[in-house]
RNA sequence: GGGGGUGUAGCUCAGUUGGUUAGAGCGAUCGCCUGUCACGCGAUAGGUCGAGGGUUCGAGUCCCUUCACUCCCGCCA
């Protein structure tokens, strides 16, 4: 590179640079003036070079006024630093460049935010400006982590003998899922086009193309609210599909894909190389949650039947146990001398959750075994034995108890594993904890309508023998639908799909769709399956969250370049934003509420 | 749709029990300074305390309404 901007980027210079006039273009990061003599900090996306300029030199008055993150072009000569002034922060830092000309060739209002600072500040603020924003070190290393990271990935599944297509972005609103983005069609008034929730029935197609491996970087669209791992409106998928394929095939897959990729961006270790596989209904008991966080080493037991014995006079669980509940506990090891406080605090979170609290106790033994703690009296030495043997619970352990319907027990049995284990320092933020949560049922009772739905993908295959399902007992039916989870973050779903129409059909009736919906629904899928469809299976890991895990962030809006924000607007572009009525006219579109 | 948090100078924040003229650091402007790398020193400008209403002799501070941002629940096959 050679040219009017630059002979060098600003991060190139070295000591064998001396004595060279170099051009240098960049963004002014920093000036240090004092009086006489300037140094500037020239910023570009590979680095900063030092630049320095006194008051012999005619532009210095002018350079001295110059404003923070004006783009300039500066030529000059490559200056050795004496020993005692050499930076080793940065790269170039036995050098500098001594300002001979410059030149503005992008000049820079007074800035609404600082772009050299390690300040946090506000999310409107940083939106408003990305482009600013973008330029700070931290922002713009995990911008360019998440290139790298796609790229390895695209390289990995050529390897693995993948073949990268697109699918349409405008195509039809699916009934099953989340909410779908509209989009109208002018040459077909009152028909709309849906942006895809992923491209799931195109994949399958491809399957029956005979294309056999399919991947792509996918855009997803859906228009649900946003969380801190999940952004509004758009997000980004590696979707693949395999055809031929059993479900431990595409775990093969999917996990040498993954240990390679965590292995090269990140120096965390890996807690299992192969990962574990939990079935659903294994993870809903014993951490309360199908995304658990593996690296948390709490475990929740059931220990109902305890509250069943004579000899526990607990009688506000033994109460509600008749009436339906159950009883799952928590056991925190070695924790006897924690103090009073210690419980308390666990007992008001969980109140302060929407739970009735978390009873609590801890074993001792001095000549008998005994419980310690408001309940501890409740139970006999027996019947801690018994707790000890179901729970694994030992002497100096302490337990803490909840007492609801399942699905209240599950959700507050979670939360406290995350709160006790964080209380307690237990997770270790130097590993990631993958695993496989697999077995999950076809179908589930919707709570409100009390109808039977999908619970997951409806075109997973079901397990077992396909001639002998129990279409009665629909909420018995397994399906080969797998999720992959890493440090309780949920990286992607995916399935065997189901390629047999008559399958479908059947399926989906339980469901309360009737052969004619399914065919007006899902026609490009259901008729494609009829000609010779190969069985087949995928999944979607998410990129964004991915980049977020390896770029050790929190929110998934550090790693995605231009986000919206909770809203789901975009403060830089104004969008949403309203058109005119020439437009809407055109799309044979009214709007009902028109200011 | 619901719950929590935040909102004070361009930016990040402090502001006591309700009490005089609302402060600091960074940034801006002006001046001094030739080896800094978060340079240093001095000065100046910059405020509808998110908005509206109420209580009070008096509100940044208390109450109500509302808006914005954010976190969570619902939602996300």
């Known amino acids: 590179m050679n040219n009017k901007y630059r002979t060098h980027n600003c991060n190139e210079l070295r000591r064998e640079n001396v004595g060279k006039n170099v051009i240098l273009s960049g963004w002014i990061n920093k000036k240090r003036d004092h009086g006489n003599l300037l140094f500037i900090d020239l910023r570009d996306n590979y680095g900063i070079t030092q630049c320095i300029i006194d008051k012999e030199n005619p532009n210095f008055r002018e350079l001295e006024k110059i404003q923070l993150e004006t783009v300039v072009t500066i030529q000059g000569s490559v200056v050795n630093r004496s020993k005692e002034t050499i930076n080793k922060e940065i790269e170039t830092g036995e050098i500098e460049v001594g300002i001979e000309k410059y030149k503005v060739i992008g000049s820079c209002k007074e800035l609404p935010l600082p772009v050299f600072s390690d300040q946090e500040y506000s999310e409107e603020i940083r939106l408003k400006y990305r482009f600013l924003d973008l330029r700070r070190k931290k922002i713009h290393e995990n911008i360019i982590l998440r290139s790298k990271v796609i790229s390895f990935i695209r390289s990995e599944m050529y390897k693995s003998g993948f073949l990268e297509f697109q699918t349409p972005i405008l195509t039809s609103s699916s009934p099953e899922g989340a909410r779908d983005f509209l989009v109208p069609s002018r040459l077909n008034p009152g028909k709309f086009f849906a942006l895809p929730q992923a491209p799931q029935q195109f994949k399958q197609l491809i399957m029956v193309s005979g294309f056999d491996r399919y991947f792509q970087i996918a855009p997803c669209f859906r228009d649900e609210d946003a969380r801190a791992d999940r952004s509004p409106g758009e997000f980004y998928q590696l979707d693949l599909e395999m055809s031929f394929v ?157 007492c609801s319907n399942q ?82 973050i949920e990286l992607s779903s995916g399935a065997i799909r189901n390629h047999i129409p008559e399958l479908m059909y059947k399926l989906f009736s339980v469901a309360g769709y009737s052969k004619i919906d399914v065919d007006q629904k899902f026609s490009g899928m259901i008729n494609a399956l009829s000609y010779g469809a190969p069985p087949h299976g995928g999944i979607a890991p998410g990129i964004d969250r991915i980049v977020m895990l390896l770029a050790n962030e929190k929110n998934i809006r550090e790693v995605t370049m231009f986000p919206m924000n909770q809203n789901a607007e975009d403060l830089m572009m104004n969008a949403p934003s309203e058109v005119s009525d020439i437009q809407l006219k055109e799309l044979n579109i009214i709007l009902k509420n028109k200011k």
């Open 407 to 488: 699905k209240e027990l599950e959700k507050i049995t979670s939360l406290a594993r995350d709160k006790i284990a964080k209380d307690l320092n237990l997770i270790n933020d130097d590993i990631f904890a993958f695993c496989w949560v697999v077995d999950y049922p076809m179908f589930e009772k919707d709570e409100i309508t009390k109808k039977i739905k999908f619970s997951h993908n409806p075109f997973s295959m079901p397990q077992g023998d396909i001639e002998k399902i129990k279409f009665e007992n629909p909420l018995d039916i397994l399906a080969y639908q797998y999720d992959i989870v890493c440090n309780g």
């Open 246 to 402: 059993e479900q431990e095939d595409v775990f093969n897959v999917v996990e040498k894909l993954l240990v390679n990729t965590f292995k090269e961006f990140s120096n965390k270790k890996l807690l299992f190389k192969k990962f574990p596989r939990i079935s659903y209904s294994d993870a809903m008991l014993k951490y309360g949650s199908d995304k658990p966080d593996l690296r948390n080493p709490l475990i929740i037991s059931d220990i109902t039947e305890i509250f069943l014995r004579d000899d526990v006079s607990f009688e506000i669980f033994k109460k509600l146990i008749k009436s339906g509940s159950m009883v799952r506990c928590i056991v925190t090891k070695k924790t006897k001398d924690k103090p009073r406080s210690f419980f308390d605090n666990i007992d008001k979170w969980a109140k302060d959750q929407g739970a009735s609290g978390l009873a609590y106790f801890t074993i001792e033994k001095e000549k008998e075994i005994s419980a310690k703690g408001p309940v501890g009296k409740f139970f006999s030495k027996e019947a801690l034995k018994k707790i000890m043997k179901l729970t694994g619970a030992e002497i100096g352990d302490s337990l803490f108890l909840a």
